[in-house]
């Protein structure tokens, strides 16, 4: 099992709007050879952000990998970064196979 995860930090005041922009979001994630799950996960709020994670679960590192290569991962970020006001920088990305 292979979890992939993006970081976000949020501006205050600008959750609503992210989370609005991730239910509109078509992932077609449901298409793809290898995924389980998603979800869009809420953080810790600071002052200066509110931490947000999309946590993806694939049967492999090898199917995550070919997602992002796909026509499928491309249609599903088309979009992305319209609202940069949103952000404060970009996205981290974290890759984690279970081990146990």
Do not use: C
């Not at 949020?10 to 509109?24: L, R, S």
């Not at 953080?43 to 679960?57: D, I, N």
């Amino acid at each position: 099992m292979f979890i992939a995860m993006n970081r976000f930090r949020i501006v205050p005041g600008g959750e609503a709007d992210f989370i609005e922009i991730w239910k509109k979001r078509e992932s077609r994630l449901d298409q793809v050879p290898g995924f389980k799950s998603f979800h869009l996960l809420q953080g810790a709020q600071t002052p200066e952000y509110t931490l947000f994670a999309s946590h993806s679960v694939w049967e492999s590192a090898a199917a995550f990998e070919a997602w992002t290569r796909s026509e499928a991962f491309r249609q599903a970020h088309a979009g992305a970064g319209g609202r940069r006001d949103l952000y404060l920088g970009p996205p981290q990305f974290e890759g984690f196979e279970a081990v146990l």
